[in-house]
């Protein structure tokens, strides 16, 4: 009988916050989560819906003071319970979203985006002006961005597609992979991950390529305009078309040229491979038990 009771104390009613704010252009929505989803949408309103499922004991907070519009959660007892957002917003407003172990989820915005989370997988559809997106276990994809790219991740992957604007991305484990990318800057580093770039070389842009043990891939346009550095240590450098050379090979050491040479491309492996081919001609191999969780 007592231990019945005592279960009965433990057992919370799932919850559902449902409400919708009006806003001003220039609004930023700030959201915290400790954990759960939190899915961002956009609408044609100048309002913000929230709708959220939590426990009995987790309440949603919503406040507003100057240009900036914060949701969090918090509870009677005790730490915040788990809560899944789903949000809709006006396509312009900025978003920054925090969270500890939550998966996040932004689809159709035309805004600057920040997100941080522990441990969970980011995805953002859209975006302009400067994405900041950092998860510490936890993939990240970008598509459809039109800016500034600055993405980092621990354990896992990061994906860019179809994608407009300066990037920055590093990861320690992960590959990184850009995929029908225009950009006259990349920065690109990762330990023990492959890189996959199969994008534009602008001229006069500025391009860099570093993994200590994983395999560099890059996709070279016919009509590209670039100079190639390529140093390894003990890897293997592998054209699969016709380049000029504009030196003797060195054992660690090769630099070849593309049309006038206009971009500059720096590539550093310790113990990979460097491969470059034409679009579409490389790719990523990803581990069985990722794809099986994909």
Excluded: C
């Amino acid at each position: 009988m007592l231990l019945s009771l005592l279960l009965g104390a433990l057992v919370v009613a799932p919850q559902q916050t449902d409400t919708t704010i009006n806003v001003t252009t220039g609004t930023r929505l700030e959201v915290s989560n400790p954990g759960g989803e939190i899915n961002v949408r956009v609408w044609e309103r100048n309002a913000v819906q929230v709708k959220a499922r939590h426990s009995s004991r987790t309440f949603v907070t919503i406040k507003s003071h100057g240009s900036v519009l914060e949701v969090s959660s918090d509870a009677q007892r005790g730490p915040a319970n788990i809560v899944d957002y789903d949000l809709m917003v006006p396509s312009w407003m900025p978003i920054s979203l925090d969270g500890m172990y939550s998966d996040m989820n932004i689809d159709g915005t035309k805004a600057e985006v920040k997100v941080e989370t522990l441990n969970g997988n980011i995805v953002v559809k859209g975006g302009t002006g400067t994405l900041k997106l950092s998860s510490v276990q936890g993939s990240i994809v970008v598509e459809g961005a039109r800016g500034r790219l600055e993405l980092n991740s621990v354990s896992e992957g990061i994906r860019v597609t179809d994608a407009e604007g300066d990037i920055t991305a590093e990861t320690i484990s992960g590959a990184l992979e850009f995929v029908r990318v225009r950009s006259k800057s990349v920065e690109a580093g990762t330990l023990s991950g492959e890189i996959l770039y199969d994008g534009t070389f602008q001229d006069g842009g500025l391009y860099s390529f570093v993994s200590h043990s994983g395999d560099i891939m890059l996709g070279v346009p016919e009509a590209s305009s670039a100079s190639f550095n390529i140093a390894t240590l003990d890897g293997v450098v592998e054209n699969l078309f016709p380049v000029q050379a504009l030196e003797h090979p060195t054992r660690r050491r090769t630099t070849f040229r593309v049309g006038a040479g206009s971009a500059r491309v720096d590539i550093e492996s310790f113990n990979g491979n460097v491969r470059v081919g034409r679009p579409g001609q490389l790719t990523v191999e990803h581990d069985e038990d990722d794809d099986d969780n994909n």
